[in-house]
């Protein structure tokens, strides 16, 4: 069958759509997530907000809904218990993250009956997709877009160094929050597409492939919204043609796009050189500190 | 009598339970070089985070008399993630911001003052590197560069020496006493040795604040105040810190 006879069908085109949205808001907010190290955090969200989805089997209510509130309590509390220094912050994560998981199978086996569409929330499934999904998916991309547009050089500034932020007078705290919950509804909505277990994989495969060509956030983000697009659609193919699993194989060519990149990367620039590169600058560093503790052992014994 | 930038009067600083400032008073006035000295743990840091508002005070008062937002910081070397993706310009240019500007863009007199600022430095061929590709000296240009860029009236520097080279040392203070002439200064180092000869005054923090001024200070009259040196080894580099104060 021809590639583009598929687009006929329209399950075929809301993964289209869905692949793009995805890539657009995972590009973005994964960006955010790896230059701030926050990779844990958002794992962290992510499986709490299975209780969510747990919940909404329970009651009867839509399970994406039950997974976004998880979600975006799950990022208040990490950010707030963080911010606080009340628990470690690798702690609070784990705490959360096994709750999450702990409500969602006791409540989806106290769910009489079967419960629908439970492995396309755990796995992914971008093929059955439904247009309510892409509006929301619409509203989210287009939301995200418009606050790092708008707020890009603090958004920008607050990640690199929050505390000579905050001299600036840029509002950390508020930023830092409204970012975690747009981080909270990227991963829910990502969820319906990539699955609870491996939408990680799409907000940081993609930036670290980025980065291994560049280092400027707003080049990472760009370039990770492409990759993330290119992974999907080629994903989506595979997956149709060879009848498996399309979340699975999304990832899977993420990892082949990032393994492709680095080889690259290797090829072009050359592995020695980056190497040798690596090694002056940690002599140079090693030196300096050399230098310093030498001058103020002898500085100091002029002054006694 | 002239007015101080900032007036700190009895003033308490404290983590948790851990009382880290006890009744300290000090008056900053303009173009004031003070340097900064004490142990490790003494609360050399915590008295910058206090006037920057970056610590709130458990006790006690601190009034400026002029806007907060012209203070230009450089914090300790190790404080930020080097892999984080971002160039020496842009690092540069978030000294320039203020509050939160929505779509913001830098203004040709912005660029311009970027661009002097980083030449000041030394970081011409630097500019547009990522900051994972600096040493740690260069990184510490770039961090002094993002602390004046903004013309600030008060600039406090927490150890601004770490990693920089003799060369560059040499050259910094040699800024630092031009900026001064435009600039209040507040300087932390662990060498009273290297700094003695730029700043005007010297204040000894251990909990405890000592205040001494003085055009000329040197270990002569350093025990004329009654603050002995003492020597401390820990890790490669050793430190000059004052040991305790009788007075």
């Known amino acids: ?304 | 009598m002239e007015e101080p930038l900032v007036h700190i009067e009895n003033l308490f600083a404290a983590y948790n339970q851990l009382s880290v400032l006890r009744k300290v008073n000090l008056d900053i006035y303009e173009h004031d070089f003070i340097g900064i000295i004490g142990p490790n743990g003494g609360g050399k840091t915590t008295l910058l985070k206090v006037i920057l508002g970056l610590v709130r005070p458990k006790k006690g008062k601190i009034i400026y008399h002029f806007d907060r937002s012209q203070i230009g910081y450089l914090p300790q070397g190790s404080q930020v993630d080097d892999r984080f993706p971002i160039s020496v310009r842009e690092v540069v240019e978030s000294g320039l911001e203020t509050g939160l500007k929505m779509g913001g863009r830098l203004t040709g007199n912005s660029h311009s003052k970027v661009r002097e600022v980083i030449g000041k430095v030394g970081l011409d061929a630097l500019k547009n590197r990522s900051i994972g590709e600096l040493s740690g000296g260069e990184m510490q240009r770039t961090m002094l560069a993002r602390a004046i860029v903004s013309s600030p009236r008060m600039l406090i520097l927490d150890e601004p020496d770490t990693y920089v080279d003799n060369r560059f040392e040499m050259e910094l203070y040699g800024l630092l006493r031009e900026l001064n002439r435009t600039m209040t200064i507040l300087l932390v180092s662990h060498d009273i040795g290297i700094i003695s000869p730029y700043i005007k005054s010297i204040a000894c923090v251990n909990g405890d604040l000592h205040y001494h001024t003085s055009n000329e200070i040197n270990a002569e009259q350093l025990k004329v105040y009654n603050c002995p040196i003492e020597i401390i080894t820990h890790g490669p580099v050793p430190h000059r810190v004052m040991k305790q104060h009788n007075d």
């Open chain 1, 1 to 304: 069958m021809d590639i583009l006879e598929l687009f006929r069908y329209g399950f075929i085109q809301n993964a289209f759509l869905a692949a793009l949205l995805m890539s657009v808001s995972c590009g973005i907010a994964g960006t955010y997530i790896v230059s701030r190290r926050m990779v844990f955090i958002s794992g962290g969200i992510t499986h709490a907000s299975f209780g969510g989805v747990g919940i909404g089997y329970f009651f009867g209510f839509a399970p994406l809904a039950g997974a976004a509130v998880f979600a975006v309590i799950t990022a208040l509390i990490t950010e707030n218990l963080t911010r606080r220094k009340v628990i470690r912050n690798d702690s609070i994560i784990a705490i959360m993250w096994s709750l999450g998981m702990a409500l969602g199978i006791i409540f989806i086996y106290l769910t009489p009956g079967y419960a629908p569409n439970l492995m396309s929330f755990l796995f992914g499934s971008i093929i059955t997709v439904s247009r309510t999904d892409l509006w929301l998916m619409l509203i989210l991309s287009l939301g995200i877009t418009a606050v790092f547009m708008l707020l890009y050089r603090p958004i920008l500034y607050v990640s690199f160094d929050e505390q000579f932020a905050r001299t600036r007078g840029i509002p950390v705290m508020r930023l830092n929050y409204l970012l975690i919950i747009l981080v909270a509804l990227t991963i829910v909505m990502s969820i319906r597409t990539a699955g609870i277990i491996l939408v990680l994989s799409v907000l940081t495969i993609p930036q670290n492939t980025a980065n291994l060509f560049t280092h400027r956030f707003g080049q990472i983000m760009l370039i990770s919204v492409l990759l993330g697009f290119l992974a999907s659609i080629i994903g989506l193919m595979v997956s149709y043609f060879l009848d498996i699993p399309s979340g699975a194989t999304i990832i899977f060519c993420l990892v082949v796009i990032y393994l492709i990149a680095r080889f690259m990367k290797v090829v072009t620039f050359g592995r020695l050189k980056s190497r040798n590169e690596h090694g002056s600058k940690e002599d140079h560093r090693a030196g300096l500190g050399t230098e310093r503790a030498s001058q103020g052992s002898g500085s100091s014994t002029g002054h006694q």
